[in-house]
Structure formats: structure tokens, C-alpha cells
């Protein structure tokens, strides 16, 4: 997965993980993962960090290496590609650009598509 990283990316995940890597052993400690993270740019929830962590634990040691972060950055940047797509594709149906889509605007969309959706599928009473 961390092959889907750039070199640029990556120089800069190994800059930033070298500024926390104090003793120079290819290690950070797993209470400095929210921290490295925040200096990257992700502002990771509570449960996001906890699942890192406990990850990285699993191995039976309470640091995280070089290799385990760049897998960590390449998993989480491809959920914010997987979003945008998400909201790109949203916006191909909102034509009004109100946030919503409503149900016969979603049924006539959709049936140009193949999607023959009855009222019942969309909500439509």
C-alpha cells in the first residue's frame, strides 16, 4: 500500500518522522503517533488513533517504525481519494448545489442509467 505514495510524500513522512525519531533508532513512540500525525496534516478521531496504535502494538512493542507510518499515511490518504470521488459524484446529481438530493431528482437521474428504481426504493410515497 505504501507504494502508492509519491517520492515527494515520502520525503516528507521521513522528514517529519525524523524530527520525532530522537534517539535515531527508526522508531516512534506510539504516544507520539498523534502528534506526527497532526505535523502531516491528518486530524485523526480518537478511535482512528486507537485502531493505529493498537495496530502497531500488535507486533508486542509500543513503537511504530518507518515502514508501519508510511503504511498508516498511504491507508488514510486513499479514504480521503475514496471521499472526494464520493463528493465529485454527489455533485453530478445535486444540480443545485443545495447539499441534497431529492428523491425524484435521485429517480430521474438514475433511470437514463438503467436504474429503474421504483417509489417505494427511493422513498417516494
Known amino acids: 500500500m505504501a507504494e502508492q505514495l ?3 510524500q515520502i520525503a516528507e513522512l521521513k522528514e517529519t518522522f525524523s524530527l520525532f525519531d530522537k534517539d535515531d533508532d527508526g522508531r516512534i513512540t ?10 502531516l496534516g491528518q ?3 480518537q478511535a482512528e488513533l486507537e485502531d493505529m496504535i493498537y495496530e502497531a502494538e500488535a507486533d508486542g512493542h509500543n513503537l511504530i517504525d518507518f515502514a508501519e507510518l508510511m503504511t498508516f499515511m498511504a491507508r488514510k490518504m486513499q479514504e480521503a481519494d ?6 465529485k459524484a454527489f455533485k453530478v446529481f445535486d444540480k ?6 431529492s428523491a425524484s431528482e435521485l429517480k430521474h437521474d ?4 438503467g436504474e ?3 417509489d417505494a426504493e ?3 410515497s
Open 122 to 124: 427511493i422513498g417516494i
Open 82 to 87: 475514496s471521499e472526494e470521488e464520493i463528493r
Open 43 to 45: 486530524n485523526l478521531t
Open 30 to 39: 506510539t504516544k507520539e503517533l498523534d502528534t506526527v500525525m497532526h505535523w
Open 6 to 8: 509519491t517520492k515527494g
Open 96 to 101: 443545485n448545489n443545495e447539499g441534497h438530493i
Open 110 to 113: 438514475m433511470t437514463p442509467l
Open 116 to 118: 429503474k428504481l421504483s
